[in-house]
């Protein structure tokens, strides 16, 4: 039998192959960018994992490569780009799963915060922009107050998020709109001040289970690039029974019922403030950070729900391992990425050190204010999060990614 990922983010291959190994079904990997996923694939023998390359941009093309699979029990897809697609290809398939509309629901970050809003579970109304060329700063501030975060509805990887304070960063957004590609539309809500944490959960049946929360910390304003995370963040029981509590209610109100969610917030002045809902496990190296925390492979959460069966993480208990961080490594500017300077160094740093490249030599990085733009990322290990920060930032400060101008 078999269970076939419609792409993946760029780590937890191996980890995914283990749980579905362990459940007696081999993985079948459908991906139009094999290369992303070269450095995991490298680690793991021969035929552990079947991939099948397909423009899964292309819908026809990715439900032909399904109904092609023999033996297809499941189809995973937890990704922002690919979450809807699946979720209605395994409807359309017969094969367990979220309600579609509800993966389309929480991909409209506009229409998520407008509901919690009716519901009660947002302060705030969003503010649609229709048309950024024309957007007036008087208005702005009438909506939704000075300074007012401008993002695109369907966002990831913090590309297209502005920070509007005054007329000047108005100017700004208005010119990078202009060129920018969106995924949704464009729409504003009050920045939020305060740190930003990532809420990691898994949902069954309409039980929520908070399996920790991840720290970031952020590139100076006016950008939005996570720079440092780490987990599990270390929090008064109290507060983090609250935080469960909350998170439970705003995913019920979701429809949200049976996936890993990744949910944003700010601890403000005033409590802790949704910033996003994501129906996925956590991007970069969070699913690493919890199988090494909570001393398990959480990637079970991923295989249990897509073979319709209650996940058994759900009951684990959980805990015992290393707190982990890590640095996303991101050139000073835009161009070829020629080199990873101090590789040999970061061995010498405590915290079992490891580098995860995400970036070949030669790889073009336009972007570098945004989380398209690291080259590399630097785990370390501690014996709690704090620690493993201070490790991984100490680590990473002897590395240095060199581009060059691009032809």
């Known amino acids: 039998m078999t269970i076939a990922c419609l792409e993946m983010l760029s780590f937890g291959l191996a980890h995914l192959a283990r749980a579905a190994r362990g459940t007696g079904e081999r993985l079948v990997l459908l991906t139009g960018v094999e290369s992303l996923y070269l450095h995991e694939l490298a680690t793991l023998p021969p035929g552990t994992i079947e991939v099948v390359p397909v423009d899964t941009g292309d819908r026809r093309a990715v439900a032909e490569a399904l109904n ?34 509800v993966i ?48 695109d509805t369907a966002g990831t990887s913090s590309r297209n998020v502005w920070l509007v304070r005054d007329a000047g960063d108005l100017a700004r957004l208005r010119r990078e709109a202009a060129e920018a590609t969106l995924f949704g539309r464009l729409f504003a809500e009050p920045f939020l001040a305060g740190p930003v944490y990532s809420a990691e959960t898994l949902t069954w049946a309409g039980r929520t289970r908070l399996l920790g929360l991840s720290s970031r910390l952020m590139s100076p304003q006016p950008w939005f690039r996570e720079d440092v995370t780490a987990f599990p963040v270390a929090l008064p029981p109290g507060d983090a029974r609250e935080i469960e509590r909350w998170l439970s209610e705003l995913l019920a109100v979701l429809g949200y019922t049976d996936r890993f969610a990744h949910v944003e917030l700010a601890m403000t002045a005033d409590g802790p403030r949704l910033i996003e ?43 015992g391992g290393p707190a982990v961080a890590f640095v996303l490594a991101y050139p000073d500017r835009a161009g070829e990425l020629v080199a990873v300077h101090g590789l040999d160094d970061v061995a010498r740093y405590p915290g079992r050190t490891e580098w995860y490249p995400t970036k070949e030599i030669g790889a073009d990085i336009a972007h570098v204010t945004d989380g398209r733009g690291h080259a590399g990322i630097l785990l370390a290990e501690g014996p709690t999060a704090e620690i493993a920060t201070h490790r991984a930032v100490a680590a990473a400060a002897a590395l240095r990614v060199e581009t060059r101008p691009a032809c």
């Open 68 to 101: 092609a699979i023999e033996g297809l029990q499941g189809l995973i897809s937890s990704t922002d780009t690919w979450g809807v697609t699946g979720a209605e290809l395994a409807a359309e398939l017969g094969l367990p799963g979220i309600d579609p509309a």
């Open 104 to 151: 389309r629901l929480v991909r409209d970050k506009f229409e998520v915060r407008d509901l919690l809003h009716r519901k009660g579970l947002s302060p705030f109304a969003p503010f649609a922009v229709d048309d950024a060329s024309a957007l007036d700063l008087d208005r702005l501030a009438a909506a939704v107050g000075l300074p007012a975060i401008v993002k």
């Open 277 to 319: 809902v994501n129906p996925r496990i956590g991007g970069a190296l969070v699913g690493e950070s919890m199988c090494r925390a909570l001393n398990a492979n959480v990637y079970e959460g991923l295989v249990d729900p897509a073979l319709g069966r209650r996940p058994r993480l759900l009951d684990a208990p959980l805990g």
